[in-house]
């Protein structure tokens, strides 16, 4: 199982950017998928997570400008990143809570994409 993730880049303060992570390989299900977020320094925090119907949860300081979805037909998650700030800086990670086929549930991450806000 893998998971790619994809999005990042660089913005200036109140821009926007929309991360995806696709997971592919022998999948039989998907519970939560989320992002985590480190910043320079700083020890890897939640962003976000959604349940497999949908059921989200946010970090405060992301709450009203990040919305996490999830396409359960593509086994792929989406950040969209709105009103971007310079503290939102980081390297985004995607995280998966995969039942494989042969292997059973697992979590899985990817391989994390650089965000960098300008002031």
């Known amino acids: 199982v893998q998971l790619q993730a994809s999005g990042g880049g660089l913005v200036q303060a109140g821009g ?3 991360l995806s992570c696709a997971a592919s390989g022998s ?3 998907i519970n939560v ?3 985590y977020r480190q910043a320079p320094g700083k020890q890897r925090e939640l962003v976000a997570t959604v349940t ?4 989200t949860n946010y ?3 992301v709450k009203g400008r990040f919305t996490i979805s999830r396409d359960n037909a593509k086994n792929t998650v989406y950040l969209q990143m ?3 700030k310079p503290e939102d800086t980081g390297l985004y990670f995607c995280a998966a809570d995969i039942d494989c086929a042969v292997e059973g549930p697992a979590e899985y991450w990817g391989q994390g994409t650089l ?3 300008s002031s």
């Open 82 to 84: 709105n009103s971007l």
């Open 27 to 29: 999948i039989f299900s």
């Open 16 to 18: 926007s950017l929309r």
């Open 59 to 61: 970090a405060d300081s």
């Open 52 to 55: 497999s119907s949908g059921i």
């Open 33 to 35: 998928m989320g992002w």
């Open 115 to 117: 965000v960098t806000v």
